[in-house]
């Protein structure tokens, strides 16, 4: 049984940071891509970043482009999202998810499982 687990999420000031975290188990994790989406009351679900199997490929949202940076540690089954200069547009909670490839990256891809969902709110 596959599983995400974020965790990490919380009340920050704009401007501050968080660090996003999500344990995997249950699948050979190294073998695929993965992925922050973040949803927003009121919104769909949006594409934050995400990174293929070995971490040597990214992919960025605009909007958070520069402030954000997805890592893995496929040792440990983790994957991470390091938020910075945090806005208060950035409110959402955020999931992390699996692709059922190795590689893809960026929109289009295809998630198959999905975390719970850890909720961050910005303050001005």
């Known amino acids: 049984q596959v599983q995400l687990v974020e965790s990490g999420g919380g009340l920050v000031q704009a401007g501050g940071s968080l660090r996003l975290s999500c344990a995997a188990s249950?699948?050979?994790?190294?073998?695929?891509?993965m992925g922050w989406f973040r949803q927003a009351p009121g919104k769909e679900r949006d594409l934050v970043a995400t990174?293929?199997?070995?971490?040597?490929?990214?992919y960025y949202a605009d909007s958070v482009k520069g402030r954000f940076t997805i890592s893995r540690d496929n040792a440990k089954n983790m994957v991470y999202l390091q938020m910075n200069s945090l806005k208060p547009e950035d409110t959402a909670v955020y999931y992390c998810?699996?692709?059922?490839?190795?590689?893809?990256?960026?929109?289009?891809?295809?998630?198959?499982?999905w975390g719970q969902g850890t909720q961050v709110t910005v303050s001005s």
């Open positions: 998810a699996s692709d059922r490839t190795r590689w893809c990256i960026g929109p289009g891809c295809t998630y198959d499982y």
């Open positions: 990174i293929n199997w070995s971490g040597g490929s990214t």
């Open positions: 249950g699948r050979t994790f190294s073998m695929y891509a």
